[in-house]
């Protein structure tokens, strides 16, 4: 179950991405960032929440940037 769950936000962040950014190139280097700092921080430390909070305020300070 818990595998499922990972892999459903993991696909809803991307799509997400995809469809504020529409650049192809802005998208992958997006999508690299968000994925690897929620895959290991947030799911692997999931206590210290530190390390997971810089990942996703970085998302979405980028998204605002680009809009």
Do not use: N, W
Request: aromatic fraction near 4%; charge should be positive.
């Amino acid at each position: 179950m818990r595998d499922a769950d990972k892999d459903v936000s993991e696909k809803s962040h991307c799509k997400l991405e995809f469809k504020c950014k529409g650049d192809p190139l802005t998208s992958s280097f997006h999508t690299r960032l968000p994925i690897k700092g929620t895959r290991g921080p947030t799911g692997r430390m999931g206590e210290k929440g530190a390390q997971g909070e810089p990942g996703i305020p970085g998302t979405l300070h980028y998204v605002v940037v680009v809009h």
